[in-house]
């Protein structure tokens, strides 16, 4: 039997960590403050949102949400983005992705205020994440994975991780961070030639391929961490990750599941940047934090 790797007990480890620096911060008057951009109504964003609204609450982070209607104009959400990098009460924003087209995307992650990009977002917070260079928070779902194996204190440095997938909310991130803690990171995607075969020889494996149960116990070494980032609709109407983890749980070391896994560390995440970024500037303001 693998070890369940429990995301929520890992985010409330975070969020313990958080509470005396929110409390440091709320005595001076510099109660930490998030802004989400939402377009429509995807119901992936939806229950992100609920999640990031909840974590909020248990915290005491303010959070706005700024939430225009998929016909909004197309100017829209860059004067949402402008003016919360204008609002000096806001530390940190989060713009849900991708927008629909007409938005022009890449105009908005421009324009976001770098030092308030809390899920990596600008060209320069990408630029430094993937020159290795220090400044700029991660993306958050690929921090969530960092977090959860070293909560589990499973090594990093030498160990071979296969990921499985390469999109830039995930995959390519999440290596640029393995590659940052010393890991040998080979990144698979759909034409990765005998997948089984390259992830079968890893001793971490990362699914993130968007394939409800793709991956099956044939996928794993005896030994492996499996971690599940996947979470899709396994066709009635439940959740489910990319790991069938019924199959694979027993034969694996470690695993971590689709409800509970990744998903629950995200957040806390993305809250543990808003504080960062709060802690930062109370200090340019001359608050003694410490
Ligand atoms: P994308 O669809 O953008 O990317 C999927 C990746 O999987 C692609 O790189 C694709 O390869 C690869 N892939 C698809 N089929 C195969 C295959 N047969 N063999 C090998 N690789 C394959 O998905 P995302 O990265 O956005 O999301 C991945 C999963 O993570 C989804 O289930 C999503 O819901 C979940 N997710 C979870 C989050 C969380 O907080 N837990 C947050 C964000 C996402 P190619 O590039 O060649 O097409």
Not at 4 to 23: F, H, N, T, Y
Not at 113 to 141: H, W
Not at 146 to 173: C, Q, T
């Amino acid at each position: 039997m693998g070890t369940i790797l429990d995301g929520k007990r890992v985010a409330a480890e975070l969020r313990a960590r958080l509470e005396g620096r929110i409390a440091a911060l709320t005595e001076r008057n510099a109660r930490p403050a998030l802004r989400i951009i939402r377009v429509g109504e995807n119901r992936d964003d939806l229950a992100y949102e609920k999640g990031i609204l909840k974590a909020c609450s248990l915290l005491g982070v303010d959070v706005y949400v700024s939430a225009l209607p998929e016909d909004a104009s197309s100017g829209a959400p860059l004067e949402a983005l402008r003016r919360a990098n204008a609002d000096e009460s806001i530390h940190g924003i989060m713009v849900f992705r991708p927008l629909p087209e007409r938005f022009a995307g890449e105009a908005v992650h421009a324009a976001i205020d770098p030092g308030k990009d809390v899920d990596c977002m600008s060209p320069l917070n990408l630029e430094r994440l993937f020159e290795g260079r220090p400044g700029g928070f991660a993306p958050c779902t690929p921090e969530a994975v960092i977090e959860m194996l070293k909560a589990y204190e499973i090594p990093l440095r030498g160990a071979n991780v296969a990921v499985v997938g390469r999109s830039m909310v995930v995959g390519r991130p999440l290596a640029m961070l393995l590659l940052r803690e010393d890991a040998t990171v080979t990144l698979c995607h759909s034409r990765t030639r005998n997948l089984s075969a390259v992830t079968r020889r890893a001793d971490i494996v990362v699914a993130a391929v968007g394939r409800a149960r793709f991956m099956t116990p044939e996928f794993f070494g005896p030994d492996a961490v499996v971690i599940d980032v996947g979470i899709n609709d396994d066709g009635s109407g439940k959740l489910c990750g990319d790991v069938d983890f019924e199959r694979c749980e027993p034969r694996v070391g470690a695993i971590s599941p689709a409800v509970g896994g990744v998903g629950a560390i995200t957040s806390t995440v993305l809250l543990a940047h808003v504080v960062l970024a709060c802690e930062g500037i109370a200090k340019i303001n001359g608050c003694n934090l410490t």
